[in-house]
């Protein structure tokens, strides 16, 4: 697959196609981000500082002879890569990328994708070990939960990294922020669990399409599953069971992006999807620049992806330099501040497509979007309902369809509000709908000879989620409770 493949209005759909139903093996993998707080007396449960970041980093990098990386506009230490043992396989290993998200306080790792659960468990539980170990040390304490449990946002905590200054500019709304934070701030403290399944190819790539669609139908149902989000600003909130997802609502809010977020829409196919690609704003795009760096470039003056296809370039500058324009000098001879349209570019842009589930040509895969970060014990289960239902993905999609036959995305505030607990009118019981998804992705395993216990934790949450058991420990122990309910500790990571 070559990204810099030229891309028109008349192979733009056939390239989409071809990258995403690629000849794959079947794997699984994560994105997950952490919050990290201090554990220091005088800042106990607050969101660490840049300087414990970077040292945190610094540390890493020995840790695990890895290689720091810098942003390119910023030069700040803005994470690492490293190699680490792949359990089935001692003489080889895989790259993970360790980073900050948009927020200083939120360690994203890329944990790549294996073949099935116990390889991705295993290679995830021995490197967190390692950051746990090195980040005791410095009296940070990693959670497992989806939001930071006492810091408000504030653009004091957006990550160094020069592309989103693009971000910030663009999301300058405040709407519920004020003063020098505006509402794309919300994302300096939220945590999510993202994870990647190869698409089902059957039908021609219909399945995937039906599995995408099975997908965000169910997303309210899985929102208030994964709720774990419910204290935050160090209070217990009172509107919401889990706040964290509502931020996209209040972050994404300017009109030429309601289309690119939330609930997709039923899609009839790969061609509708990318045509639905098309009429969203390119906003980055990456290239090469002096010195053989890749560089984020902003895309400026051009309304959607489709013009920039019908023209055959745009204009590109540094991130965030809108009010005064700075164009980028690329390395490939092209014109100053000019680009053509490439693979690359459609990559990069249809990560900005927000849904709840959506494909990732540039992997080959479904990325389902909806969880937040889960509780150390319970650190594999939405990888296990999500590679589950994949694994059973015939099954799952006719039984959406016939179950839940209408979209649920107008009750998806009513999801977030009243968790597990809410029943939407012409609906069968929501538990007893959210048992029969846990029963089919139990199959799904079952069948691929996975382990189900990790699906456990999931059928007991019928009783009470996560959510719920932050706010009573929050209401019993404050925040030293929370922090020590919801901190990993080695004893959570079972090494071999």
């Not at 995830?124 to 009296?139: C, E, F, H, P, T």
């Not at 500019?169 to 300096?188: A, E, K, W």
Request: charged share 25%; aromatic share 8%; net charge negative.
């Amino acid at each position: 697959m070559n990204q810099l493949t030229k891309l028109t209005l008349e192979n733009v759909e056939e390239e989409y196609r071809q990258a995403l139903l690629r000849p794959q093996t079947l794997k699984a993998g994560k994105e997950s981000e952490y919050p990290l707080v201090s554990t220091s007396e005088e800042r106990f449960g607050e969101c660490i500082l840049p300087s414990e970041v970077e040292r945190l980093f610094e540390l890493l990098a020995k840790e695990l002879s890895g290689t720091l990386s810098y942003d390119d506009m910023t030069h700040k230490i803005i994470g690492l890569r490293a190699d680490i043992l792949n359990p089935k396989e001692p003489d080889h290993t895989d790259p993970v990328a360790i980073m900050t998200d948009f927020g200083i306080g939120t360690l994203e790792i890329a944990f790549p994708p294996q073949e099935s659960i116990a390889t991705i468990a295993q290679q995830a539980d021995r490197l967190l070990s390692k950051i746990v170990g090195v980040a005791d040390d410095l009296r940070i304490a990693v959670l497992g939960y989806g939001i930071q449990p006492l810091s408000p946002p504030t653009w004091r905590l957006v990550a160094p990294k020069g592309r989103y200054r693009s971000l910030e500019s663009r999301f300058s709304t405040h709407n519920h922020l004020f003063g020098r934070n505006s509402d794309v701030h919300f994302h300096t403290i939220n945590a999510a669990e993202q994870i990647h399944v190869g698409v089902p190819r059957e039908q021609e790539g219909m399945a995937g399409v039906h599995f995408l669609n099975a997908m965000n139908t169910i997303s309210p149902l899985l929102n208030a599953l994964f709720a774990n989000s419910r204290v935050w600003k160090g209070e217990v909130d009172l509107t919401y069971i889990e706040p964290r997802e509502v931020f996209w609502d209040w972050v994404v809010n300017i009109p030429q992006d309601q289309t690119r977020k939330g609930i997709l829409p039923r899609t009839k196919s790969i061609e509708a999807y990318v045509q639905r690609l098309l009429d969203h704003e390119p906003i980055l795009t990456v290239r090469e620049v002096d010195g053989g760096v890749m560089r984020f470039c902003e895309f400026m003056g051009v309304p959607t992806f489709r013009d920039y296809l019908m023209k055959g370039e745009a204009k590109v500058i540094v991130p965030g330099t809108k009010s005064e324009p700075r164009l980028i000098d690329l390395q490939d001879g092209g014109t100053l501040g000019r680009v053509s349209p490439t693979l690359l570019d459609l990559f990069v842009h249809e990560s900005f497509a927000w849904y709840q589930a959506r494909f990732k040509a540039m992997y080959g895969t479904v990325e389902v979007r909806c969880a937040g970060q889960q509780h150390p014990d319970e650190r594999f289960s939405v990888l296990a309902l999500v590679y589950g239902l994949r694994l059973n993905h015939q099954n799952v999609s006719e039984y959406v369809q016939k179950t839940m036959p209408r979209r649920v995305s107008s009750d998806r505030t009513e999801f977030l509000r009243c968790g597990l607990d809410y029943n939407r009118p012409h609906m069968n019981n929501t538990l007893v709908i959210v048992r029969e998804l846990l029963d089919l992705a139990k199959d799904g395993l079952s069948h691929n000879h996975e382990d189900t216990v990790l699906l456990d934790p999931l059928y007991q949450r019928i009783q009470g989620t996560l959510s719920d058991r932050a706010e009573d420990v929050f209401k019993s122990q404050r925040i030293r409770g929370m922090v020590e309910t919801f901190k990993y500790h080695q004893s959570h990571l079972e090494l071999s």
